[in-house]
């Protein structure tokens, strides 16, 4: 011991008003029908978040098949494409939809620009849960593309040049997809589509939170799931933005203690998707290793945003 260590800690960080709605809306629905309540995936992108809604009753299916018609149906806050919604109506099943209010935004967006007849570009990740569901919100629509680099950008060669959109995955790296639409803008100056709309809030607050912590920290530890787009983009934030180390972790059980031995200070933020007490027991372990910790909140933006839950 006898080591006197800094912690930086991100504000804001953790938990957002999507994921705190969706947590909600299935705990209510557990409440007013009982267990079992399904919910067709990850409600959101936390081990810890999704093992706690198992205890009370959530099971977790990706089809619909897998759920039985007579029990409710919660839809994840990363939205859902129309024909799952369709068929689960068909099925006569109660449906909870607890798509956080920001991706419905997009999905708006969307369904306006394919009613237009744009051709109709996604910043995203193909595979992730968002971008399905936003591409779900027009199957089959003929002008459609995803792309996800600068390259990608650059190469693309759509078919209405002059009548051309674009939305984006809300959880993306911020200084990312300025780039590429940058790059879409010079080459085709008539298209449509803001992107400080595309990315929420809490993704822009998060990650400059993290660039803060960038320059007060030597080592940047995140905590959030593996499997989170917006945990994992906190920790390319800060590689990109001069930390010496940054780590992504589940939990405090997962941080090899010798691997930031030589470290003095600290930075500690959270996905939108994590909960704080893991960010109070990480801290509760740094307590027990070193004699003396000083914590500093770096704040760099205050959040009041909640969005209302609907029965």
């Known amino acids: 011991m006898d080591k006197e260590i800094d912690i930086y800690l991100a504000v804001p960080r953790g ?5 705190r709605r969706a947590i909600a809306l299935v705990e209510q629905t557990l409440e007013q029908f009982g267990a079992p309540v399904y919910v067709r995936h990850e409600i959101v992108h936390n081990r810890h978040v999704i093992d706690d809604l198992r205890k009370k009753g959530a099971i977790f299916v990706e089809e619909l098949n897998e759920a039985d018609s007579r029990r409710p149906l919660v839809l994840s806050a990363h939205g859902t494409g129309i024909e799952v919604r369709t068929a689960a109506e068909k099925r006569h099943q109660t449906v909870i939809d607890a798509t956080c209010p920001l991706v419905e935004k997009i999905h708006r967006e969307i369904k306006k620009y394919a009613a237009e007849g744009k051709e109709i570009i996604i910043i995203g990740k193909a595979a992730h849960p968002e971008v399905i569901g936003t591409s779900g919100q027009i199957p089959g629509y003929p002008l459609l593309h995803i792309i996800n680099s600068v390259a990608e950008a650059e190469s693309l060669m759509p078919q209405k040049p002059e009548e051309i959109a674009f939305v984006c995955q809300t959880t993306l790296s911020v200084d990312d997809t300025k780039e590429i639409v940058s790059v879409l803008k010079r080459r085709f100056p008539l298209i449509s589509g803001l992107n400080s709309k595309d990315i929420c809030y809490a993704t822009t607050n998060r990650q400059n939170a993290v660039k803060a912590l960038c320059k007060k920290a030597e080592c940047i530890l995140v905590i959030g799931s593996k499997n989170s787009s917006n945990s994992n983009q906190l920790k390319e934030t800060a590689l990109k933005n001069g930390a010496r180390k940054a780590l992504l972790l589940n939990d405090a059980g997962e941080l090899d203690w010798d691997s930031i031995a030589s470290f003095r200070s600290f930075g ?5 998707s994590a909960p704080e007490h893991l960010v109070e ?14 914590i500093h909140p770096v704040i760099v933006a205050e959040e009041k945003i909640n969005f209302k839950l609907q029965r």
């Open 281 to 294: 027991n990480l801290i509760e372990e740094f307590s027990k290793r070193y004699d003396k910790i000083n």
């Open 15 to 19: 938990f957002c008003a999507g994921v």
């Open 268 to 272: 500690i933020s959270a996905g939108a």
